[in-house]
T-cell receptor, first 112, second 116 residues
């Protein structure tokens, strides 16, 4: 079957670095995305990895290892506004369609 | 561009009533997705369209749910009859052709549905 696992909650202090892990199981993997969602808001795109390695976008970086079915989102220089839920999502091509499957989300709390 | 537009933003209805949610994707986007989000089940893909054609509706929970996309700028998700367990936030998202280098989905603000 298809599944994604990520921690339910992470807490860190302002200015720190935090890593949110995601492991996935799917037979038709095409890529791993990360989305941020503030309470009451809509998910917004952060990054996408189709190939192994690290992608950096400002304070955020995302890593993928396809052989390990594993990825992570790295947030540096944490700010209070980074308090939100973070979702990994797999683009899955099983059965010939390209649908996105989302993890259950990691709630990040940034403390002052 | 105004982004993905959804209406209504909030809907409160009674069990057994028909509910219609509406979505206008970003102009030029080939793909449209309907998601449902609840605390228990997270963000679930219900159905997605490519060029107005439904491609995968395996996430539609049951026959009470139906979705249409009559043209490139409009889609509806209908629940008939509605039940309390349908209470959730329903998101519509659109994206350009998902080539390897470009896979961003743009989400609308969502419709918060409460079925009493």
């Amino acid at each position: 079957g298809q599944s994604l696992e990520q921690p339910s909650e992470v807490t860190a202090v302002e200015g720190a670095i935090v890593q949110i892990n995601c492991t996935y199981q799917t037979s038709g993997f095409y890529g791993l995305s990360w989305y941020q969602q503030h309470d009451g808001g809509a998910p917004t795109f952060l990054s996408y990895n189709a190939l192994d390695g690290l992608e950096e976008t400002g304070r955020f970086s995302s890593f993928l290892s396809r052989s390990d079915s594993y990825g992570y989102l790295l947030l540096q220089e944490l700010q209070m506004k980074d308090s939100a839920s973070y979702f990994c999502a797999v683009r899955d091509g099983t059965s010939g369609t390209y649908k996105y499957i989302f993890g259950t989300g990691t709630r990040l709390k940034v403390l002052a | 561009d105004a982004g993905v537009i959804q209406s209504p933003r909030h809907e409160v209805t009674e069990m057994g009533q028909e509910v219609t949610l509406r979505c206008k994707p970003i102009s030029g986007h080939d793909y449209l997705f309907w998601y449902r989000q609840t605390m228990m089940r997270g963000l679930e893909l219900l159905i997605y369209f490519n060029n107005n054609v439904p491609i995968d509706d395996s996430g539609m929970p049951e026959d009470r749910f139906s979705a249409k996309m009559p043209n490139a700028s409009f889609s509806t998700l209908k629940i008939q009859p509605s039940e309390p367990r349908d209470s959730a936030v329903y998101f519509c998202a659109s994206s350009p052709t998902p080539e390897v280098q470009y896979n961003e989905q743009f989400f609308g603000p969502g419709t918060r549905l409460t079925v009493l």
